[in-house]
């Protein structure tokens, strides 16, 4: 039992790390700068972490864009206040995710521009056999160190990890818990007390407030880990934060 919850909070984490740092805070809202080899390598590494739940990063970053532009309103790809339930959210964000990247949705020009992309190695992660090997990977590791018919109930979360994340963000960042700012045009919260499974996303609502902010705690018991790192990786010379927003 103790292989499958070290691996499945491994990947977890993982997951949710390189989906905050590389889609979200950099390829997203720029926050930081970074060397063209550093951003192939955390692209690589974003691919590898997420496995057969890997988001495109340019597709990712024109919704996100979006979800900006038009949070809680009817044009919003993921707001939790058009859908009864999160079911719901979920498959209208892979429709949207599924248009854009395939082209059928056109994504206005003001939201395009300063995306990572890695056209060759594009072809590879989107591959679907990429995906099934993954999927395959996940099953057998539990095959081998499941010790309870129980476990497997958590294998179908590896399959879809990253949508599974952005779902508790956006549907919880936008229902749940205390507003720290007012009048933002959206309804977004910090849901502090479930932050530790995001490492700093569910700060929604100082998020919306300044989306350049690469620290989304803005007290001091809004903990944002990712911001952290990326502030060691600042002083390492890996990144490059923004002057302003050291």
Excluded: C
Aim: no cysteine; net charge positive.
């Amino acid at each position: 039992m103790t292989a499958i919850l070290i691996f499945f909070a491994a990947h977890w984490f993982l997951s949710l790390f390189f989906h905050s740092f590389f889609l979200h805070r950099y390829g997203t809202h720029r926050m930081f700068t970074m060397s063209r080899g550093w951003g192939k390598v955390f692209y690589f590494m974003t691919f590898l972490m997420q496995g057969s739940a890997f988001l495109d990063p340019r597709t990712y970053a024109l919704m996100h864009r979006m979800h900006h532009a038009f949070a809680d309103t009817e044009l919003d790809p993921h707001s939790p206040h058009n859908f009864k339930n999160v079911v719901g959210m979920m498959l209208k964000t892979a429709a949207t995710y599924r248009g854009i990247m395939s082209g059928r949705l056109v994504v206005a020009d003001e939201f395009q521009g300063n995306i990572p992309e890695w056209k060759a190695f594009e072809k590879i992660a989107q591959n679907p056999l990429v995906g099934v090997a993954f999927a395959g990977f996940y099953i057998a590791y539990y095959v081998v160190f499941a010790t309870s018919p129980w476990l497997y109930l958590l294998l179908p979360i590896h399959f879809i990890m990253g949508p599974v994340q952005g779902a508790i963000v956006n549907w919880g960042g936008h229902k749940y818990d205390y507003v720290r700012y007012k009048n933002l045009g959206d309804k977004s919260k910090n849901t502090l007390p479930f932050d530790f499974l995001t490492l700093g996303e569910l700060y929604q609502n100082n998020h919306h407030q300044s989306p350049e902010n690469p620290n989304l705690g803005h007290r001091w018991y809004e903990i944002d880990v990712t911001y952290l790192i990326i502030r060691l990786m600042n002083r390492l010379g890996i990144v490059r934060l923004h002057r302003q927003a050291v």
